[in-house]
């Protein structure tokens, strides 16, 4: 094999992994719709920010890690209030760097 043919190789084999994570971040956001605010702060602490998403609702950011650039990454969950909690509705993929 030649080296040229290993870096083809290497580089097809990083952008499946890539793609793998992808997937993995956004099923783990998509199972978060549907529950409760305080069922995600139960897994992963208090959101370390609040925006406002307009029509979808007040968000909650977690910073889960750096991108390799060193950007921080924030994961966005949007929410409604349900009662005395908030209804997990939607989410907002990270930037492909942070997944």
Request: hydrophobic share 35%.
């Amino acid at each position: 094999m030649s080296l040229f043919t290993f870096e083809v190789e290497y580089e097809k084999l990083a952008l499946v992994l890539l793609l793998g994570i992808v997937g993995c971040a956004t099923g783990v956001m998509q199972s978060l719709v549907g529950k409760t605010l305080s069922e995600v702060q139960a897994k992963y602490g208090p959101p370390v920010n609040q925006i406002d998403g307009g029509a979808k609702g007040r968000g909650f950011q977690w910073q889960l890690g750096h991108s390799p650039t060193g950007s921080r990454c924030y994961y966005t969950l949007y929410e409604q209030p349900q009662g005395e909690d908030y209804l997990i509705t939607s989410f907002e993929k990270p930037r492909s760097l942070c997944e």
